[in-house]
């Protein structure tokens, strides 16, 4: 099924993301994963691409997997390092494996690039570019969005002009970046608005179970840490199950807030742990069922 029917057809949706492993040894275990993960009922399960696609057919191969369970999936593809005749390819295996719904992205850029290498040699240079080719071939597009703006963006004002341009090229919906700060969205929100673009936003959330992980959601996400999460990861980094109970609980009250304030998608980035997106969806499914009803 097509995302944007799911979303058309819900006032409120959850979702969740995993990784497909490094190691083909692994991937039996995050198949496991995934399928864990789609037993608990999300309306989509997203699976990420590696950069360079060094994981695109355990992307594809999870995704069927999820579809297969009986869950909408949303596979990632990138078009960094990648040929056209490559991501034609890509296109048309996951065409085969009858999945409806990418993520366009542009990729992250690899750490271990040499001395005038083309990192684009498809001539696309940016998601925008990617989406038309999606659009053409049937799938339902989603793109990515940075609610405290690109950590590669010279500002605020010029990122979302690009994502305009991105919306403008077909996306069907937004996710974000993990967020830790809801008023951060919603002024986010405000801005897309004034701005022209409607089409529906996920918002990201990220249970912080692990006080290390931090510093590199910042890196990631550019993302503002409030002091409120900092205070409990600076007491609890040295309890497990205490700093994993907070961090639940630190996300069920994001999630409630925004619920509550109107905003219909949740997006769960679950760091391949089903226990974790478990104990959140128990928190928050009679909510998500009355808004529902």
């Known amino acids: ?69 009986g869950t909408a999936s949303l596979a990632h593809l990138t078009c ?31 750490k271990d690039t040499f001395e005038g290498e083309n990192l684009f040699p498809s001539g696309f240079f940016h998601a925008s570019d990617l989406v038309p080719l999606l659009k053409q071939n049937g799938f ?35 996710t974000t970046q993990m967020i830790f700060d809801n008023d951060m969205l919603y002024s986010f929100l405000y801005r897309l608005q004034s701005a022209g673009i409607h089409v529906p936003v996920l918002a990201g959330i990220m249970p912080i179970t692990n006080a290390n992980q931090v510093s590199k959601m910042v890196d990631l ?26 961090g639940i609980a630190y996300a069920t009250d994001q999630i409630i807030d925004l619920i509550s304030n109107g905003i219909r998608g949740i997006h769960i980035y679950t760091m391949n742990k089903p226990e974790i997106a478990e104990s959140i969806v128990k928190n928050v499914d009679s909510i998500i069922k009355a808004v529902n009803k």
């Open 140 to 174: 339902c597009v989603g793109g990515a969005c940075y609610p405290e703006g690109h950590p590669e963006s010279s500002n605020r004002d010029t990122d979302i002009e690009n994502l305009k341009h991105k919306v403008e090229a077909g996306v069907d919906f937004l």
């Open 221 to 246: 996400s550019n993302a503002y840490i409030p002091r409120k999460l900092l205070s409990f990861c600076d007491r609890f980094r040295h309890d497990s199950e205490a700093m994993k109970q907070a």
């Open 80 to 110: 960094v390092r990648s040929t056209k005749e490559q991501l034609l390819q890509t296109i048309q295996t996951l065409k085969q494996k009858n999945i409806n719904n990418v993520l366009a992205l542009r990729g992250d850029l690899p």
């Open 1 to 69: 099924m097509k995302i944007s029917e799911i979303l058309n057809s819900k006032k409120v949706t959850i979702s969740f993301e995993i990784f497909p492993p490094k190691k083909q040894e692994a991937f039996d275990s995050v198949k496991k994963t995934a399928l864990s993960l789609s037993s608990l009922k999300p309306d989509f399960i997203s699976i990420t691409y590696g950069a360079g696609g060094s994981t695109q057919t355990n992307t594809s191969d999870l995704a069927q997997a999820v579809e297969n369970s």
